[in-house]
């Protein structure tokens, strides 16, 4: 960029900012009052931030994985996540769970539901990748893309038309696209007050649970990409696709398995949100799926770190925003954060120099 | 123990290899010689399984090749450094090293490749932990050339080592390229440098706009007045 093009671009930042920025939320004064008054909420709003922000970023894996290997967008990767919280909740459904049902009894229902909705979503989008992708794989760029959108209309009515099952699945509630209610069944055991810290800050068992599953989820992916020979062969096939050939490595089973751990994790992301939210929608798949795109791309498409990264940071802002700005204006304030980072870093916190990327 | 027989190769439409035959016997070392363009790297690729012929049969030890996968080929015991060297450039030369074996399983067998492989590239060892896309160009070249020899093949192609590299490590690229060949690999050389492939090659090629146009020994080649007219620069 010349200096000029910056001048200008900060001139319009701050116009931005001070202008338009106290009609959607930004009012430095009342922020720093807030915060100041109570600390606590601050605290408690950084940890869901923190906790939102995980499972965010176990959805942007699948983007981020995807686009690595097969340079794809998969725009029905957030469909396939409420799939999955479609499918978790059906489970729940079949073993009678029901809000503060003993938590000793949801365990096994929620590992089942686990397994279904990991596996569901797994065997889905590797069905996807089968038929409608690997077809167009020597075709222009926009046709995979176009398609990808189409299997997004597919799920999202796939999830409309669950929703709509309520005589067989009585959980799914009245109507078919209106919010369904999940089963709230994770303690709600304040853990500081039970260590014995008096704060006003709110960390439940609840919350510590859905963490240390996403983080486990993270760090389980992060392992098998490094350290398995499986793993490897996904890294090879993404930083160069004829090289994975030359030594051998089956292209074709490397994009399958690519999809197979995405869907994977979109369907145990779906699980937690519901876990944790207590509510799914079949749109929750859109909105999800946009601030989970826009967590891989802020971190660096294409890298595994900058996708847990990037939704964390997503999480975070989303949070504070809610809080602090205005929650109406929340998808607003990401989206400008994402547009300035890109302008200062196109390829990503993360990314390497597109220019070094020949 | 590599057979080409009339091989057609096409891009879309662009007719690249017009129907080449070519053997390679165990022990040799056979180069492929030829000017930009002229069909060089189309035909490793089409070896590799990497392009498919039209038509026409590769025979790797009395097995045709044409339909089969590139890592069954791999695995068959044909490995190959390739044009533009394609190392992985975000992995370690110590992890390209372990792709390069990605097909085999005996663990000992690897290790030992590994200590082979530093000794003829006592470069590679000094940067094994380094990203390989950080290694210099020449450095590039000798891990693209390590990683295949990872594969333990049994015929190696070695598409233009030499390119991009400077004088000194050309000359000792190509005595590398003999020790290789002296400890029992099979080497089908392709180099625009066909002053020094004809000094290390026991037979070779002339490959002329997707046709063979000549062939012999490497004594016959280096006195062919064609040849040394357009590839040996002589006036
Ligand atoms: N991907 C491609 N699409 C279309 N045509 C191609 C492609 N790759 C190569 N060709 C054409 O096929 C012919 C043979 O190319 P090839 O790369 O085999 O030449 P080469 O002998 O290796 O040349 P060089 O010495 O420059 O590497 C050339 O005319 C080239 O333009
Ligand atoms: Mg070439």
């Known amino acids: ?358 | 123990m590599l057979e080409l027989i009339d091989v057609y190769t096409y891009y879309g439409n662009i007719q690249a290899l017009k129907g080449i035959s070519i053997h390679v016997e165990t022990g040799e070392v056979v180069t492929l010689i030829g000017s930009n363009g002229a069909g060089k790297t189309t035909t490793l690729r089409t070896i590799q399984g990497l392009l498919r012929p039209k038509q026409g049969k590769i025979l790797f030890e009395g097995k045709d090749l044409s339909t089969t996968s590139t890592q069954e080929i791999v695995r068959l015991g044909i490995a190959q450094s390739p044009e533009g060297r394609m190392i992985f450039p975000r992995m370690t030369v110590l992890e390209n090293l372990e792709m390069g074996a990605f097909q085999r399983q005996d663990k000992l067998g690897i290790k030992s490749d590994m200590e082979r492989v530093f000794l003829l590239f006592p470069r590679l060892q000094e940067r094994m932990t380094q990203k390989g896309g950080t290694l210099s160009g020449g450095e590039q070249q000798m891990l693209a050339i390590a990683r295949a020899l990872m594969a333990r093949p049994r015929l190696l192609l070695l598409d233009e080592p030499s390119m991009g590299l400077a004088p000194m490590l050309v000359s000792q690229i190509f005595s590398i390229i003999q020790e290789i060949s002296a400890q029992g690999t099979t080497i089908l050389l392709v180099e625009q440098n066909a002053r020094l492939a004809l000094t290390v090659a026991n037979r070779g090629y002339v490959l002329q706009t997707g046709e063979i146009v000549l062939t012999g020994n490497a004594k016959e080649l280096q006195a062919d007045p064609t040849v040394r007219k357009a590839y040996l620069g002589d006036e």
């Open chain 1, 1 to 358: 960029m010349k200096p000029w093009q910056k001048i200008v671009l900060y001139f319009v930042i701050a116009y931005f900012v001070l202008l338009l920025g106290p009609i959607a939320g930004f009012d430095l004064p009342r922020i720093v009052q807030d915060i100041i008054r109570s600390p606590s909420v601050l605290v408690t709003q950084l940890l869901v931030g923190l906790i939102n922000g995980a499972i965010i970023a176990i959805i942007a894996l699948g983007y981020t994985l995807v686009y690595g290997i097969i340079e794809l967008i998969n725009f029905a990767h957030g469909d396939l996540y409420m799939l999955g919280g479609f499918a978790a909740l059906t489970v729940m459904g079949a073993f009678g769970m029901q809000d503060g049902a003993p938590f000793v009894t949801a365990i096994i229902p929620m590992l089942v539901a686990l397994l279904v909705s990991a596996g569901l979503c797994a065997g889905l989008n590797v069905l996807t990748e089968r038929y409608a992708y690997r077809p167009l794989r020597n075709a222009p760029r926009l046709a995979p893309l176009i398609s990808a959108i189409g299997v997004s209309f597919i799920f999202q009515n796939l999830g409309l038309f669950w929703g709509g099952l309520k005589s067989f699945i009585p959980i799914m509630g009245n109507t078919a696209a209106a919010p369904k209610s999940f089963p709230d069944l994770l303690p709600r055991i304040d853990l500081l007050e039970a260590m014995g810290i008096q704060t006003k800050v709110d960390f439940t068992l609840k919350d510590l649970i859905v963490l240390v599953v996403a983080v486990s989820l993270m760090v389980g992916l992060n392992l098998f990409i490094q350290r398995t020979p499986a793993g490897k062969a996904m890294r090879a096939v993404a930083q160069n696709r004829d090289a994975a050939k030359i030594v051998g490595i089956d292209v074709d089973q490397v994009i399958v398995m690519t999809f197979l751990i995405g869907g994977a994790l979109a369907g145990s992301a779906g699980l937690l949100v519901g876990l944790y939210n207590n509510t799914i929608v079949f749109t929750m798949g859109f909105t999800a799926g946009l601030r989970a795109f826009t967590a891989a791309v802020l971190g660096g498409i294409g890298n595994i770190t900058g996708a847990m990264l990037g939704g964390v940071l997503i999480g975070l802002l989303s949070a504070l925003s809610d809080q602090y700005l205005s929650s109406r204006w929340t998808d607003a304030w990401v989206f400008g954060v994402l547009v300035l980072i890109l302008v200062f870093r196109p390829s990503g916190l993360l990314g390497e120099n597109l220019q070094e990327k020949v």
